[in-house]
Nanobody
């Protein structure tokens, strides 16, 4: 499974961005998908995850109510809609695929995309 994240950029606090993750392979719907982020000088952290069918999702407390993860199995895509962005959301965001998930630990994910930078100015 190959993953390609996109959609990052510079946005003012309170603004919105939508990240996309394009995946290759016919087995996309077999994988739970997750988004993680890593801010400069900090460890990677879980953001959101969605089940293979898209019927269940999990979020980090810091983004609940502001971020929404979704997927389109017909298009092999996963999305992260980010609203009410805060400067502390600034990070490189990664999408990842988990064969058994959805998990919240990075170690559970077998495949990772290259990351897309999100910068939120105050």
């Amino acid at each position: 499974v190959q993953l390609q994240a996109s959609g990052g950029g510079l946005v003012q606090a309170g603004g919105s961005l939508r990240l996309s993750c394009a995946t290759s392979g016919r087995t996309f719907r077999s994988y739970a998908m997750g988004w993680f982020r890593q801010a400069l000088g900090k460890e990677r952290e879980f953001v959101a995850a969605i089940s293979q069918s898209g019927t269940s999702a999990d979020y980090a407390d810091s983004v609940k109510g502001r971020f929404t993860i979704s997927r389109d199995n017909a298009k092999n895509m996963v999305y992260l809609q980010m609203n009410s962005l805060k400067p502390e959301d600034t990070a490189v965001y990664y999408c990842a695929a988990d064969r058994w998930g959805p998990g919240t630990a990075g170690s559970e994910y077998e495949y990772w995309g290259q990351g897309t930078q999100v910068t939120v100015s105050s």
